[in-house]
């Protein structure tokens, strides 16, 4: 039987340096948009935990997209093998499916929401902008265009009320950040 501390263990040790760390913020963001909605608590903190295990180097494929590659390890390898109801499986894989921006399908379920839009949040504001450097490449102008790229993407797809307020205010400190790192290096990134 596998527990949420042994998934916990797992994304520590193949997460590479940012896959853990991600978790925390992305679920300390579910709690706090999803705090008005009524919906399965535990299967969202299995689905944050899996939902870019896909990404990491021990379970990546070329090819494959990384949500798809997450639902797969998480429906073939980890699921089967939690006390988890068949019911929360379901809620965890639609949840981990749909979760990426750049997915235009509708997602209906609560957990699905709080998911993919407390994702979203974590491209937004000063961490958004630390992560796309700590991506690379060592090419600033390609990670500042990566940066507008993804935000002009993602500004017009929350619809949870407090994930939007939250998403205003990043979106204003990423302004004024993106702004400070344009004067300083005059454009010449
Ligand atoms: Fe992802
Ligand atoms: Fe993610």
New binding site residues.
């Given amino acids: 039987m596998l527990t949420l501390a042994d998934v916990e263990r797992m994304t520590r040790e193949d997460g590479e340096g940012w896959g853990y760390a991600h978790v925390c913020r992305v679920l300390k963001l579910t709690s706090i948009i999803g705090v008005d909605l009524d919906y399965d608590r535990e299967a969202v903190v299995w689905a944050v935990h899996l939902?870019?295990w896909g990404?990491f180097p021990r379970h990546r494929q070329p090819g494959i997209d990384?949500?798809l590659r997450?639902r797969q390890i998480a429906e073939q390898d980890i699921l089967p093998q939690a006390a988890l109801t068949a019911h929360q499986a379901a809620l965890i894989l639609e949840a981990i499916e749909k979760?990426?921006y750049r997915d235009e399908r509708p997602v209906t379920m609560p957990e699905a929401l709080v998911l993919r839009e407390a994702?979203f949040l974590d491209f937004l504001g000063v961490i958004g902008i630390v992560r796309e450097f700590a991506w690379g490449p060592n090419n600033l102008q390609v990670c500042y265009e990566r940066i507008l790229a993804r935000r002009e993407i993602i500004q017009a797809r929350f619809t949870l009320p407090i994930a939007q307020q939250i998403a205003t205010q990043r979106l204003e400190t990423m302004q004024w950040a993106l702004e400070r790192l344009f004067e300083e290096s005059r454009g010449d990134l």
């Fill in positions: 939902h870019d990404a990384h949500a997450s979760h990426d994702d």
